[in-house]
């Protein structure tokens, strides 16, 4: 439990199948699976309990049993990741008052970016969950449809996230543009609460699972961080081969 | 159709407290002045003034107790009068649409105020019962509109065309000229086109008219953004209004006008 009386659980969902990299957190990057380094970054922020993988494939159960760390074998049919921590923390850890969601693809997570996302709920009562953004500088990156867009009320609440550009341009082109870091904190019950709610039609066709909560009227508290981190979420061979390229210049400026 | 909206029954409506006649006006803002068509509100389609045809569309409605024209001149307002209308005046110099509507509310009574266009005089009445409907229901309501479903697809790209998103309860989340959803994922869906057409509670008018601009009603140019922004609530009905060409057509040109006039005739209408 942390000072303030939580219990905070870390959960990273994982999935042995995806569209282009087949067992794509189990792959090997520096000596470590991806999936590994993931862990480490998410027990080094010092803020949860304990922190759970939940795979809905045994080879990774047991790869990350391997390294220590607590698992729970998931259903296969999910269709999100929010969707593999609720069933992971009904089945382990109930009595979570908060559950961030930790990426399984993105193996160079700043550890501190946990303790931003968690904030929130620590301090605001009136928060459901929360989430990261980051400036988004570039114009090609603002364009593609993989960069996710988040416009935000005046108390930096979520409205939507779109692979569309959102705001349109309309009138001043200056405006700054949010992109969306996949890492949520949320209340237990509204973990649960999306849980049973099942995908929703804004969700399937921009295939965003937040927009399920938004459309439930969840209060998503967003915040801007200023961490730097590398942003390579592994999704293709590519990104792969990009990473390895990443540790080993960190590796070398060592 | 709906029996709680008549006026005659509003009373009884159990979402109300008792006793309480919950008084429903339509506004039709009228500025003289038109860079492209000055005097737009007189100007005569098929015979009969722009004006005219707004008011005696709006009072149609089953909801609206009265419909009142605001105008910052002379020339409208003897014209409404003419024609047996009721017209208010406002400052020449008010900054929106909005400012004009919360002057306006000033000099007349009304608990819930609806905002008619007065550049679409084919308004189906229809489309105003329908934006009032769930304030009636919720007085928690402060403000709510209309939205249609787009079929055509050019409108999908087009940033003139203003995209809603709603959630589980109707309430707006966000309006975009980008295209909203985005279609990541080959799965049916619908996208929706915000119809301007709004209803809002006196106090809330007021409110609105002093909130501050916000970042994203200015870079997408679209005023609604402000309301979502401050984090109020904004309804969004789906209109079953069938025949949205004619009934959201505004008219901004002389050839606008002549376009209008064809519409009607293509219909068999007056």
């Known amino acids: 439990m942390d000072i303030s009386g939580n219990k905070i659980v870390g959960i990273i969902p994982a999935r042995i199948g995806s569209e282009e990299v087949y067992a794509k957190v189990l792959m090997d990057l520096g000596g470590k699976t991806v999936i590994q380094h993931v862990y480490e970054k998410a027990t080094a922020a010092g803020v949860f309990e304990e922190v759970l993988i939940a795979a809905d494939d045994q080879r990774i159960v047991e790869a990350a049993e391997k390294f220590g760390a607590k698992t729970y074998l998931t259903q296969t049919d999910h269709i999100c990741g929010t969707d593999r921590c609720a069933e992971a923390v009904r089945a382990l850890v109930p009595d979570a008052d908060i559950v961030v969601n930790i990426q399984a693809d993105e193996p160079f997570l700043n550890p501190e970016m946990i303790s ?52 349109y341009p309309r009138y001043d082109r200056g405006t700054a543009y949010y992109q969306h870091i996949g890492i949520y904190a949320y209340r237990t019950e509204q973990l649960l609460r999306f849980a049973k709610l099942g995908p929703a039609e804004l969700e399937l066709a921009e295939g965003l699972e937040q927009l399920r909560a ?41 | 159709m709906h029996d709680v909206f008549s006026k005659s029954n ?19 803002p009228a500025r003289y002045a038109s860079s492209r068509m000055p005097g737009k509100p007189l100007a005569l389609i098929s015979g009969k003034s722009m004006i005219q045809r707004v008011v005696e569309q709006s009072s149609q409605a089953k909801v609206l107790d009265e419909v009142w024209v605001a105008t910052d001149d002379s020339r409208i307002a003897e ?18 649409g909005t400012d004009r509507l919360a002057q306006a509310i000033e000099l007349v009574e009304g608990d819930i105020i609806v905002n008619v266009q007065g550049d679409q005089p084919f308004i189906d009445p229809l489309m105003i019962d329908e934006t009032v409907g769930p304030m009636l229901e919720d007085e928690s309501l402060q403000m709510a509109t209309l939205i249609h479903p787009i079929h055509r697809q050019e409108d999908l790209e087009d940033p003139g065309v203003v995209k809603a998103v709603i959630d589980l309860a109707g309430n707006g989340m966000y309006f975009s000229r980008s295209l909203i959803p985005a279609p990541h994922n ?26 501050p601009q916000t970042v994203l009603e200015r870079v997408e140019g679209l005023e609604q953004l402000r309301v979502i922004e401050h984090g109020y609530r904004l309804r969004c009905v789906i209109t079953a209004c069938a025949d949205n060409e004619l009934s959201g057509f505004s008219i901004d040109t002389p050839e606008d006008v002549l376009r209008g006039e064809a519409m009607l005739q293509e219909r068999g209408l007056e």
């Not at chain 1, 009227?217 to 390895?244: C, F, G, H, P």
């Open chain 1, 214 to 254: 938004i459309e439930a009227e969840m209060r998503i508290k967003v915040i801007e961080t200023d961490l730097s981190y590398a942003r390579i979420s592994i999704d293709t061979q590519a990104d792969i081969d990009n990473a390895r390229r990443f540790l080993e210049e960190q590796s070398s400026e060592e």
């Open chain 1, 116 to 167: 931003q996302v968690v904030e929130p709920l620590l301090t605001d009562g009136a928060w459901d969950m929360a989430t990261l953004c980051c400036p988004c500088i570039d114009e090609a990156s603002k364009e593609a449809e993989f960069t996710v867009k988040i416009v935000k009320s005046a108390a930096g609440r979520a409205l939507y996230f779109s692979r569309s550009v959102i705001p």
């Open chain 2, 186 to 211: 080959d799965v049916a869906h619908q996208v929706y086109e915000h119809v301007g057409l709004y209803a809002y509670r006196r106090d809330f008018l007021k409110t609105l008219a002093i909130l």
């Open chain 2, 79 to 96: 014209a409404v009068e003419h024609f047996g209308g009721k017209a208010v005046m406002t400052s020449p110099d008010c900054a929106s």
């Open chain 2, 10 to 28: 509003r009373q009884k409506n159990n979402f109300q407290p008792e006793n309480v006649v919950v008084k429903v006006i339509g506004m039709v």
